[in-house]
Nanobody, 131 residues
Framework: QEPLVESGGGSVQAGGSLRLDCDAY????ATWFRQAPGKEREGVAA???????TYADSVKGRFIISKDSRAKKVYLEMNDLKPEDTAMYYC?????????????????????????????WGRGTQVTVSS
């Protein structure tokens, strides 16, 4: 399968905003991961097929994930960016259904996510935030 395609990365000053786009569709969960130099990759925001959203605590209130099924895209709007948000950002999709957390209160994408549960990945787009 072809890798997912991300776009929208770039350089911005602290407090600024960027929007990342990912060509993804037909998924149970789509998640934006990021990896900073010298750090492990972490999931920051996820959306499932019906639009249920989960965020990592580090980005709550600043990042917004959304999907447009007709356009076959997943977006990550990043606001109030901080230097610690500097990382390579990856879009990933689970087209099998193993990343869904099933709970009595309702299903959602597991957060933190497990990388091995995502079978489609993009090559990444760099986000750099200067102070």
């Amino acid at each position: 399968q072809e890798p997912l395609v991300e776009s929208g990365g770039g350089s911005v000053q602290a407090g600024g905003s960027l929007r990342l786009d990912c060509d993804a569709y037909g998924f149970y969960c789509a998640t934006w991961f990021r990896q900073a130099p010298g750090k492990e990759r972490e999931g920051v925001a996820a959306v499932d097929s019906v639009g249920t959203i989960t965020y990592a605590d580090s980005v709550k209130g600043r990042f917004i994930i959304s999907k447009d099924s007709r356009a076959k895209k997943v977006y990550l709007e990043m606001n109030d960016l901080k230097p610690e948000d500097t990382a390579m950002y990856y879009c990933a999709a689970d087209t099998v259904g193993v990343s869904v957390s099933i709970r009595p209160s309702g299903n959602s994408c597991r957060m933190p996510p497990r990388e091995r549960e995502y079978n489609r990945w993009g090559r990444g787009t760099q986000v750099t935030v200067s102070s």
